[in-house]
């Protein structure tokens, strides 16, 4: 079983930063891709970027290439989801995810964390 807690969730202007993180328990973190998701006020959730393993590859949405980047630190069993040149449509409840994969193979996750709110204000 895999707990996850995200956070760095908050207000910014867009154009402006954040970093989320995502701390996990439990001592299958390194075997496991991880993936982060969003869901918009209104909207169904949608993919946003996922990790494998080792860190080795990683996996966008297009609508987020170039500006957003995931990574992993196994031995501190955290994701980070480093978010630059944020737009008003960037906000949503950002959720963490883990599929008991090594290597990620769809949305189909197996445990999600409850979620940190971005908003980018104008």
């Known amino acids: 079983q895999v707990q996850l807690v995200e956070s760095g969730g908050g207000l910014v202007q867009a154009g402006g930063s954040l970093r989320l993180s995502c701390a996990a328990s439990?001592?299958?973190?390194?075997?496991?891709?991880m993936g982060w998701f969003r869901q918009a006020p209104g909207k169904e959730r949608e993919f946003v970027a996922a990790i494998t393993w080792s860190g080795g590859a990683t996996d966008y949405a297009d609508s987020v290439k170039g500006r957003f980047t995931i990574s992993r630190d196994n031995a501190k069993s955290t994701v980070y989801l480093q978010m630059n040149s944020l737009k008003l449509e960037d906000t949503a409840v950002y959720f963490c995810?883990?599929?008991?994969?090594?290597?990620?193979?769809?949305?189909?996750?197996?445990?999600w964390g409850k979620g940190t709110l971005v908003t980018v204000s104008s």
């Open positions: 439990g001592r299958t973190f390194s075997s496991y891709a």
């Open positions: 995810a883990a599929q008991r994969s090594p290597v990620y193979s769809g949305p189909n996750m197996d445990y």
